[in-house]
Every structure is written in structure tokens, then in C-alpha cells.
């Protein structure tokens, strides 16, 4: 049976993760499981060749080149990017061919959940519900027709904010729906960097690459010190346009203070203020 609905799954060293999201998905009717291996360097290709209906696809690191070519070879209608660590609900399936089902609707994702338990990321998994960009990231698994992620021409070669900008460019050709379920997610980064600081960083850093800040630029701010090299600016083999014109033109990709700029920050801060919860 031909899959009509294919999930892509990046890894780069999750051999601690991705076994419990494929004893979940495997065999599935109609849905088709790919891995995007950036290269890892622990058991992640050992234990996915553990499940023989999965593909595994080798390529560059970098998020949004790992998802472009785990898209690549999908045979299905409906894409589905999930991350590695994410616990996937009951009735996600359903879900996500129900809403893909309205003409109007073009991507959507699912709320957000996390591993550990801490009033703050209680706060944060609350604020998953907003639809808007500041609140909506990959790790709440973004799904799409393949016609519609053809037609944008797929993720950009980013180091960071892959999801974002694919997101921007998603909800100006239609509707974004976020369901009503949960995915959960693991809380690793946050209890290595501190959860109040990483949260604060993270809406910083889209605040900014909203203003028009190069995600190149971005990326010192939001990996560890120790992981950062100085010659390292994308973590692709092959560069984008994006990226020479960050080496031209520096931090921004344009003037941080032009009309769009502010008119972006602006938006941000506005939807902040003024966010009420949706009644139930």
C-alpha cells in the first residue's frame, strides 16, 4: 500500500530518544517513516536498522537540510516533520488528516508539553495554545500537504529558526491550525540552561530575527559557548544566498530599524500584551 502521510524525523546522536518515538509510529498503516541522519556519532543508525519498514536517509547536520532531505524521498500526500525526542498522542493521525481536510487550512502543528515537571514550563505548555509565531516551534511537529512544502520550496539552510521561517512563509498562503492535542517534548535543553533564562533567550532570539537579525548571527546566542566555533557560521556543507549576504552585510539581513523592523517588533510586543486565553 502506496503511504499517504509520511513523517520525518531529524537525528543527529538521539540513540537515547528515537527508539521510544518508532516503537510508536512503526507499522502504521499507510504512513510511511523516514530518519534524516545528520551523522551521528552514537547507536542512533543502530537502533533505527532495528525497524526494517523505517528509511534512513544520510545527510549534511543542520535541521532544515536534515527535513529537506527526509521530504525528498517521501512518497506520501501529507508531511509531517517530528522531532526525535517528542512523545507522540493518541490520535495524532486522525487529527492531522481532519484538519488538512479544509481547503483553507494550509500547515498546523499540536500544543506543547514537556518530559519534566516545573510550574514554569507548566506556564509555557499553556501558552502553546496561542496561534502565533512566538509561541509555535518544530518541536510541536508541523504538518503540510507535499504540493504546499514543494510549492514554498522547503526549509531554508538556517542554523537556527528553520521552523520560524518556514512558519512566516506558511501563514501567508492560508490558515495555520494548531490542534487541540498535545506533543511532548523533552525538557533537556531547559534543565542544562536554566528554564526561566532559556525561555527568555529563545523570545529574544525570535524577537530579533523577526527585526530582520541574520539567524547566523543568532545562533551564538542560543547553542552553548562550548559548542560554537568561530569559523562555523552554517552548520551546512553548502551555504545559502542568505548566507553571503549575512558576510556582506553583517548582523542583519536588513536595516534593524527600517519600517518592517519595527513593525515586527511592534506586532510582537502588541500580541503579547493583549493575548486572552481561548474559551473553552
Keep these: 500500500m502506496k503511504p499517504t502521510l509520511s513523517v520525518v524525523i531529524p537525528t543527529l546522536n538521539e540513540a537515547n530518544k528515537i527508539g521510544s518515538v518508532l516503537d510508536f509510529l512503526d507499522g502504521i498503516s499507510a504512513v510511511e517513516v523516514i530518519v534524516a541522519d545528520g551523522g551521528s556519532s552514537d547507536d542512533t543508525i543502530a537502533t533505527i536498522t532495528k525497524y526494517p519498514s523505517v528509511t534512513v536517509v544520510h545527510s549534511a547536520p543542520g535541521r532544515g537540510v536534515q527535513l529537506n532531505q527526509g521530504a525528498s524521498v517521501a512518497k506520501g500526500e501529507i508531511l509531517w516533520f517530528l522531532h526525535a525526542d ?93 490542534l487541540d492535542l498535545f506533543l511532548t517534548t523533552s525538557a533537556r535543553r531547559f534543565k542544562v540552561q536554566g528554564i526561566l533564562r532559556q525561555q527568555l533567550k529563545n523570545i529574544g532570539i525570535v524577537t530579533l530575527f523577526l527585526a530582520g537579525a541574520s539567524p547566523f548571527w543568532l545562533r551564538r546566542f542560543y547553542l552553548p559557548q562550548f559548542q560554537l566555533k568561530p569559523e562555523d557560521q552554517s552548520l551546512s556543507l553548502k551555504p545559502t544566498a542568505l548566507n553571503e549576504s549575512v558576510r556582506s552585510k553583517g548582523r542583519f539581513t536588513r536595516f534593524p530599524f527600517s519600517w518592517s523592523s519595527w513593525k515586527a517588533s511592534f506586532s510582537v510586543m502588541v500580541t503579547i500584551l493583549s493575548f486572552k486565553p481561548r474559551a473553552r
Design 86 to 178: 517528542s512523545a507522540v498522542p493518541e490520535g495524532w493521525e486522525k487529527s492531522i488528516r481532519e484538519a488538512l481536510s479544509s481547503a483553507n487550512v494550509v500547515a498546523g502543528c499540536f500544543r506543547l508539553s514537556f518530559d519534566y515537571d516545573h510550574w514554569l514550563l507548566s506556564v509555557f505548555s499553556f501558552c502553546s495554545r496561542w496561534n502565533h509565531p512566538l509561541v509555535t516551534y518544530g518541536d510541536q511537529g508541523y504538518f503540510l500537504k507535499r504540493a504546499v512544502f514543494e510549492r514554498i520550496g522547503g526549509f531554508r539552510d538556517f542554523p537556527i529558526l528553520e521552523d520560524l521561517e518556514i512558519q512566516c512563509r506558511l501563514r501567508r498562503l492560508g490558515m495555520w491550525m494548531k
